[in-house]
C-alpha cells in the first residue's frame, strides 16, 4: 500500500472519528447505537488512538518498547490496554510504525509514512494532550537516549528467509559506528545481539583498531 493510500484511508477516518465520538443526527430512541458491544471499542479504526501513537513516538525520536509506551498511554488515560495493543499492530501492519526485537522486547519507530501522516493531522490531536505528551518526551527522553548508547536489535526478513542484526555505538547524539549484519537464524542473531551489547566499547575499540592498522 502506497503512503498517499495510507494518508488518504487516515484522513478519511479522521475526519470522521476525531471529532465528537457520538453519531451525527443519532435517534435517541434507537437502542442500536447503545448495545454496543464493550469490545468493539478495542476494534480499531481509531484514527484517534494511531495519531496519539504517532506524536509519542514521533516527538521522542527514539525507539520506544511497548512496555514504555504502555507507561505514558495507560498512566495518561489517553487509551485502554487492548486499543494500545492493536493500534499497535495495525501502526506496523499499515507501515505508519517499524517494529524490531531487542532482548525479547518489542521497539517502535516511526515510517517515513507515519511522520507524512502526522504532519497531516497533527493538528486534530488536541493542545492538552500534545502538551502532556510533551512533558512526557521531555522528562523521560535523556534515559532512554542513554539506553540506547550501545544498541543492537534483529529483524526478520522473510523474503530473504534471514535475519538482519543492527549494531551501533554512539555518543552524544553523534554515531560512532553502526554495523550490519545478515545471519541465518534467529539463535545466531540474538547471539550476536547479547554479545554486542555485553561488548560493545571493547569491539568498537577492537574493529577501530584493526581499520586503522591495516597497512
Known amino acids: 500500500m502506497s503512503a498517499e493510500n495510507n494518508v488518504t484511508d487516515l484522513e478519511n477516518a479522521a475526519d470522521h472519528e476525531l471529532g465528537d465520538d457520538s453519531p451525527k443526527n443519532a435517534d435517541p430512541d434507537d437502542d442500536s447505537s447503545k448495545n454496543t458491544d464493550p469490545k468493539d471499542k478495542t476494534k480499531s479504526n481509531d484514527p484517534k488512538s494511531k495519531l496519539l501513537l504517532l506524536y509519542l513516538i ?7 518498547s511497548r512496555s514504555q509506551i504502555t507507561d505514558c498511554v495507560i498512566e495518561a488515560e489517553f487509551m485502554d490496554y487492548y486499543t494500545l ?15 524490531s526485537i531487542d532482548n525479547n522486547n518489542t521497539h517502535y519507530t516511526i515510517t517515513e509514512e507515519g511522520l507524512l501522516t502526522l504532519e497531516y493531522f497533527e493538528k486534530h490531536i488536541p493542545a ?10 521531555k522528562a523521560n527522553r535523556g534515559e532512554i537516549k542513554r539506553s540506547f548508547e550501545n544498541t543492537a536489535t534483529f529483524f526478520p526478513n522473510a523474503e530473504k528467509n534471514e535475519f538482519l542484526v543492527k549494531c551501533g555505538v554512539y555518543e552524544e547524539g553523534r554515531i560512532l559506528m ?4 545478515s545471519v541465518d537464524t534467529r539463535d545466531q542473531a540474538r547471539m550476536i545481539q547479547n554479545n554486542w ?9 577492537d574493529i577501530i583498531s584493526v581499520l586503522v592498522d591495516l597497512d
Do not use: F, H, W
Request: hydrophobic share 35%.
Open 85 to 99: 495493543q492493536q493500534a499497535l499492530a495495525e501502526m506496523v501492519e499499515g507501515c505508519y510504525l517499524e517494529s
Open 197 to 205: 551489547k555485553n561488548n560493545a566499547k571493547t569491539l568498537y575499540g
Open 178 to 181: 553502526e554495523l550490519s549484519i
Open 58 to 64: 514521533g516527538k521522542m525520536d527514539l525507539p520506544l
Open 128 to 137: 492538552s494532550i500534545r502538551e502532556k505528551i510533551n512533558n512526557y518526551v
